[in-house]
């Protein structure tokens, strides 16, 4: 039997993305986003307000860096998400980490994030159901400490998902199967 749930943002597992940007001074600015998702091949896309302190960087910077969050730094990704850049903007430095400028584009990588997507402003859509920030791909940079024989292993990232049903992280670490391979079994 199915049962009405009252939730209509009910997709999981939603990523939790660190956006990254430079302020107008030249400190370092992080967001916890969990709207986010590749649009198409090689580009992201941001599901955030004008009102947010990054989306202002990232139009004035013409560039972001988005990390995903790890286990290990589920703390400090909650504290971005609760604490905004407008009101206290020293943020980034209250949480402890540290930054690196990216290699190609006009933003900070999150040091201790393990994986970090480098990317250019494309454009922002906004209205009722504009997508937001839309960003192309330029570089994509991991700690070695998640690469086996030169090769990114997710299950290294030790990534973590926000269920919007409970308001819960989660940790997506194993792999299951092989993508466009366990299909074919039921192919005739």
């Not at 030169?150 to 973590?160: E, F, K, P, R, Y």
Request: charged share 25%; proline share 3%.
């Amino acid at each position: 039997m199915r049962v009405k749930v009252n939730n209509s943002d009910g997709i999981f597992p939603m990523p939790v993305l660190m956006i990254a940007t430079y302020n107008e001074d030249g400190s370092v600015n992080v967001m916890n986003a969990a709207w986010g998702s590749m649009q198409a091949r090689g580009h992201v896309v941001l599901k955030l307000t004008e009102t947010h302190k990054t989306v202002e960087n990232i139009k004035a910077r013409g560039a972001f860096t988005v990390s995903i969050a790890d286990a290990a730094h589920m703390v400090e990704a909650d504290y971005f998400g609760i604490e905004s850049g407008n009101d206290v903007p020293d943020k980034f430095e209250r949480s402890g980490m540290t930054a690196s400028k990216a290699e190609r584009v006009d933003a900070p990588i999150i040091n201790e994030f393990p994986l970090c997507l480098e990317c250019e402003f494309i454009e922002y859509q906004g209205g009722e159901y504009g997508c937001g920030v839309i960003g192309k791909v330029v570089n994509v940079t991991a700690d070695d400490s998640v690469l086996v024989n030169g090769q990114l292993d997710m299950s290294l990232v030790n990534a973590i998902a926000f269920d919007t049903y409970t308001h819960g992280y989660y940790k997506v670490t194993e792999r299951v199967g092989e993508a466009f391979q366990e299909g074919l079994k039921l192919k005739k």
